[in-house]
């Protein structure tokens, strides 16, 4: 069978790096672990457990005894999932948000195609820091829309004068991941604050994507962004309901925005879901309601993780390993070898049977320092799991 298509393949698709968690997957192929040394999987940031017993009775409940579950619902998502967001948001932040603030996706990403294509067009810029979050790069690239790069210091946090040096009349948004991913990093409130006030002053939107918000190890508010009177002129947050639930196969996401950008982001949806997946959305609304406690348990135990991982790396240090980031579900690492870690990533899945992804996943293309580095996604390994990643670690030589 062929492996090209008959018929035309656009050359911004054809320059689309691959999925990289399909492209690390097959690092496997073929791969047989011994039984003493079992893969750990630190490729991508899932949990690997079911839901809580409790939310997936309620969702069983829901399937068989409501109808409307499975019918179209409104393309902006259900009225008492909006209204819910909004008031748990309004308190969580100490801001003013209302239900028509509110849109509900098919997981973040769609949040972000979504909310990225009332912004931007073909020819039009965004500044993406990095590390950056791969799958942002992806949709630029597939619709022809600039990167710029925003450089990240030793910190890994952006900076502020270097990010306005990057705006030009092209520029339409400053896209922020926190807590990061792939760093980890949490990006304190007053930078973010700042990164608002420069989006505000030169007219461009600042995208705030708070997929990991739930797993901050900050108590408080994260930022203040909502606080702000005129916040709906400039600010647009993406979240997810896939890692603090547990949900990742049933795609829930949200956007809160300006009423007004939704008007247009609807248009986007209907043409591409309709409508988001109205079980998931009846599910989720129970789970906001009924889950706190739950939740808070999820969050020590991530920090836990956390905590290891950082205890481990500090007393790797004098083999060379820096941890750059780590926070929420990620680690993110400057490994002390020759070999660059596009691949040492592969390599290692051979030699210490574990999966992490290169820093080169996360760079613009050809950019040394992602040689440098991996990203673990620890949150997918429990305690037992990550000493035992760091046993593997102190015995490699490559």
Request: glycine share 6%.
């Amino acid at each position: 069978m062929s492996s090209s298509l008959p018929l035309p393949l656009s050359a911004l698709m054809q320059n689309t790096m691959a999925p990289p968690i399909m492209e690390a997957a097959g690092w496997l192929e073929g791969v047989l672990f011994p039984a003493d040394k079992p893969l750990i999987n630190l490729s991508q940031a899932a949990p690997t457990q079911a839901p809580p017993l409790a939310l997936r009775r309620e969702m069983a409940r829901i399937a068989v005894e409501d109808d409307t579950a499975h019918h179209y619902g409104p393309v902006l998502g259900l009225p008492e999932l909006r209204s819910e967001i909004a008031m748990q948001w309004s308190d969580k932040y100490h801001g003013q948000i209302t239900a028509d603030d509110v849109a509900i996706t098919s997981g973040c990403n769609q949040a972000f195609t979504a909310v990225m294509s009332t912004l931007c067009a073909a020819g039009d810029e965004i500044i993406l820091p990095t590390p950056w979050y791969f799958n942002h790069k992806m949709w630029a690239d597939m619709n022809g829309v600039s990167v710029a790069p925003l450089m990240t210091g030793p910190d890994l946090l952006p900076d502020l004068e270097s990010a306005a040096k990057l705006i030009t009349p092209r520029t339409r948004a400053i896209v922020l991941v926190s807590p990061n991913n792939p760093s980890g990093v949490e990006y304190p409130a007053e930078l973010i604050t700042q990164f608002y006030a420069l989006a505000k002053a030169r007219r461009i939107a600042l995208v705030i994507d708070e997929t990991y918000r739930d797993f901050d190890a900050r108590d408080g508010v994260p930022h203040y962004l909502f606080q702000q009177s005129d916040w709906r002129d400039t600010v647009v947050q993406l979240y997810s309901f896939s890692k603090v639930y547990r949900m990742m196969g049933h795609r829930v996401g949200a956007i809160v925005a300006n009423p007004a950008r939704l008007v247009q982001v609807e248009k986007y949806l209907d043409t591409v879901t309709i409508c988001p997946n109205q079980l998931a959305q009846k599910t989720a609304l129970w789970a906001m309601q009924n889950l706190s406690d739950w939740v808070a348990a999820e969050r020590a135990e991530i920090l836990a993780r956390r905590a290891a991982i950082e205890d481990g790396f500090k007393a790797m240090s004098d083999k060379g390993w820096r941890l750059r980031g780590c926070g929420a579900y990620f680690a993110y690492v400057e490994h002390p070898f020759d070999m660059p870690s596009s691949q040492l990533a592969p390599w290692l899945v051979k030699n210490a049977s574990f999966l992490v992804l290169p820093g080169t996943m996360f760079m613009p293309k050809g950019h040394k320092d992602g040689e440098k580095h991996l990203r673990i996604a620890f949150a997918n390994a429990d305690l037992t799991q990550i000493s035992q990643l760091f046993e593997r670690l102190a015995q490699i030589e490559p």
